[in-house]
C-alpha cells in the first residue's frame, strides 16, 4: 500500500496493485494535479486506503483502474469498459473516447472458471466483475467526490483463469508466495502458464495506461 501523499491533488487514480498501476505511474510524470494510490486488493483494503488518503488530500475527481473479469459475453479480452458513480457531467466530456459504458458487479473473490462467471451473469446480468470499486465508490460518495471505474477486460466471459487465485490469497487478501511456491512443487507443469498470464498482465496494464491518460486528459480540461 503506498502512503498518501500531503499536497492536495486534482485527480487521484486508484489502483489494486502495483502491476496494474505501473504503466500509468510512467506516464502521470508529466501531470503535477494527478495522484497515484495502490489501496491492495478487495473492498476492506481499497475503503482503508481511500479513508486515509482523503484525510490529508482531499481530489476533485477519483478513478478507479484496473483489470476486470468479463461476464457479458459480448466483451472481447482487451476492452475497456467504464461505470460512473457519480456526475454525469464528467463522463459527457469522454465522447468518442476508446471505451464502452458498462455496469460492473463488485465481488469478494475471483471468477476463475466459465461457469462461475456465466452464474454470475444470469444473476447480476453486469457486464464486467471487480473486488474494489463498491468500497471506493462508498467512500467517495460520503465525501462528496465524482468518481469512475475504468476497466480493461483481462480474461473474457469465455475464458478461464489459468488458476484459482483464491487458494493464494491470505486473510488480508495479499497472494501467500509460500502457497503458491508449494503449489508450483506439486505442480511444475503450470509454471509455463503462470509465466505467460503475467506477461498478460503486463500487456493488459499498458493498454489500460493508455486508456486511463486519455480519460485524465479530459478530465484535466474541465474547468473547476
Known amino acids: 500500500m503506498t502512503t498518501p501523499t500531503q499536497k492536495p491533488r486534482q485527480i487521484l487514480l486508484c489502483f489494486a496493485i502495483a502491476q496494474e498501476a505501473r504503466p500509468f505511474r510512467r506516464l502521470a510524470k508529466q501531470y503535477e494535479d494527478v495522484a497515484i494510490l495502490v489501496t491492495g486488493m478487495g473492498r476492506r483494503n481499497a475503503d482503508r486506503a481511500l479513508r486515509a488518503f482523503v484525510t490529508h488530500a482531499r481530489p476533485a475527481f477519483v478513478l478507479n483502474g484496473g483489470f476486470a473479469g468479463g461476464l457479458n459475453p459480448a466483451l472481447a479480452t482487451g476492452d475497456i469498459v467504464i461505470a460512473e458513480a457519480a456526475n454525469s457531467a464528467y463522463l459527457r466530456l469522454l465522447d468518442g473516447a476508446t471505451f464502452r459504458p458498462?455496469?460492473?458487479?463488485?465481488?469478494?473473490?475471483?471468477?476463475?472458471?466459465?461457469?462461475?462467471?456465466?452464474a454470475v451473469f444470469e444473476r447480476t446480468q453486469a457486464d464486467a466483475v471487480d473486488m474494489e470499486f463498491e468500497a471506493i465508490r462508498q467512500v467517495c460518495a460520503?465525501?462528496?467526490?465524482?468518481?469512475?471505474?475504468?476497466?480493461?477486460?483481462?480474461?473474457?466471459?469465455?475464458?478461464?483463469?489459468?488458476?484459482?487465485?483464491?487458494?493464494?490469497?491470505?486473510s488480508r487478501m495479499?497472494?501467500?508466495?509460500?502457497?503458491?511456491?508449494?503449489?508450483?512443487?506439486?505442480?511444475?507443469?503450470?509454471?509455463?502458464?503462470?509465466?505467460?498470464?503475467?506477461?498478460?498482465?503486463?500487456?493488459?496494464?499498458?493498454?489500460?495506461?493508455?486508456?486511463?491518460?486519455?480519460?485524465?486528459?479530459?478530465?484535466?480540461?474541465e474547468p473547476g
Open 102 to 118: 458498462a455496469r460492473i458487479v463488485c465481488l469478494d473473490r475471483f471468477l476463475s472458471t466459465v461457469d462461475e462467471k456465466r
Open 142 to 170: 460520503e465525501e462528496g467526490i465524482p468518481c469512475a471505474n475504468v476497466r480493461i477486460v483481462f480474461d473474457a466471459a469465455h475464458e478461464d483463469l489459468p488458476w484459482d487465485f483464491n487458494s493464494l490469497m491470505t
Open 174 to 221: 495479499t497472494v501467500s508466495y509460500w502457497r503458491l511456491a508449494w503449489a508450483l512443487l506439486k505442480s511444475p507443469r503450470r509454471i509455463r502458464p503462470l509465466m505467460r498470464f503475467v506477461c498478460r498482465c503486463s500487456l493488459a496494464a499498458q493498454d489500460l495506461a493508455a486508456a486511463l491518460a486519455e480519460i485524465v486528459g479530459h478530465l484535466r480540461r
